[in-house]
């Protein structure tokens, strides 16, 4: 039903891949000419413009799956995306500065030097230009549904690598196919990226718990195959998804084992991966940190202040 357009990224990942059908496109890729010079090429072989485009779904607000929303919007298209997505999308500097605020002061807390976590809060700042702001003309929640060509695709609003991700599942001959994003990928295990509290004074949310419930709903629902947003599709989902949670857990023990006493997240950054380049930083810190509130969700270790300093301590 979907055909995979591949957008080039100017990212590490490497490309996108947008989905079409009929009229409807899936994440579009991130607003460069490089990727418009390849989305226009693919249209055009299909005899489309982007004025032909009707609608545009995002699975989730990250630059290079949303990036040309905006210019297929003010071509006509209607653009359909969670509500937490849509707000975000809505005004990514805005989010931009209340991540950057958070997670510089966060990072600090945890052990990192003043000017490193200046630094790693900076850096995504490269993505706006990726990502030009878009309102949203139809905000979805889990449970809705969407017609795409006579096809009726369910909305599953899942928890993990990114806020407000939305999974697209639809019957195809007989069997079940999803759009899923970057929530499964097969040859990559997505990261759980940190997301800073809802509201300025809030708490920060457990992504990589709410990560796991939502990969371990998705291994219930037995897909036959997904449709990911990087690389090829998932043909064995229930086997990928639970490859997945067991090298998340295999990742938890490794960070149970680190903590043998007093131990800052930045301390397991760098127990579990060593020496990392300062781009890498907030994915290590991803890794620590999410591992560290599985193990903290299950009572194995316990969080205090010491000194200014977020500490984690096996639990007696």
Not at 180 to 191: K, R
Request: aromatic share 6%; hydrophobic share 40%.
């Amino acid at each position: 039903m979907f055909t995979r357009l591949s957008i080039p990224t100017p990212f590490q990942v490497g490309p996108v891949n947008a989905y079409l059908a009929g009229r409807t496109l899936v994440d579009p890729g991130p607003d460069s000419e490089e990727a418009w010079s390849a989305l226009l090429d693919a249209l055009e072989e299909r005899e489309l413009a982007p004025g032909d485009i009707d609608r545009v779904l995002v699975t989730h607000p990250h630059p290079d799956h949303f990036g040309l929303a905006a210019r297929l919007s003010d071509a006509g298209a209607t653009v359909v995306a969670s509500e937490p997505a849509a707000a975000i999308m809505r005004d990514f500097r805005g989010r931009y500065d209340h991540e950057a605020a958070f997670f510089t002061d966060f990072f600090e807390r945890c052990g990192m030097a003043e000017r490193t976590a200046d630094t790693v809060t900076d850096l995504p700042e490269a993505y706006i230009r990726y990502a030009p702001d878009v309102e949203t003309d139809r905000a979805v929640r889990d449970g809705d549904t969407l017609v795409v060509q006579n096809t009726t695709l369910d909305v599953l609003v899942v928890s993990g690598h990114a806020e407000g991700e939305a999974i697209f599942d639809y019957e195809a001959e007989g069997d079940r196919h999803a759009i899923v994003g970057d929530h499964v990928l097969a040859e990559i295990t997505p990261n759980p990226f940190l997301l800073p509290p809802p509201e300025a004074g809030g708490d920060r949310p457990p992504v990589l718990p709410a990560f796991n419930r939502s990969l371990e709903r998705l291994r219930d629902r037995e897909f036959d195959r997904l449709l990911t947003g990087h690389r090829d599709p998932v043909t064995a989902p229930s086997e990928r998804v639970s490859d997945i949670l067991a090298a998340h857990e295999e990742r938890t023990e490794n960070v149970r084992a680190l903590v043998d006493g007093p131990t800052t997240p930045v301390d397991v950054m760098e127990g579990l991966f060593g020496d990392l380049p300062i781009t890498e930083y907030f994915a290590g810190m991803s890794e620590a940190v999410g591992h560290l509130d599985v193990l903290e969700a299950r009572g194995a270790v316990t969080a205090r202040e010491r000194g200014g300093l977020l500490v984690y301590e096996p639990s007696s």
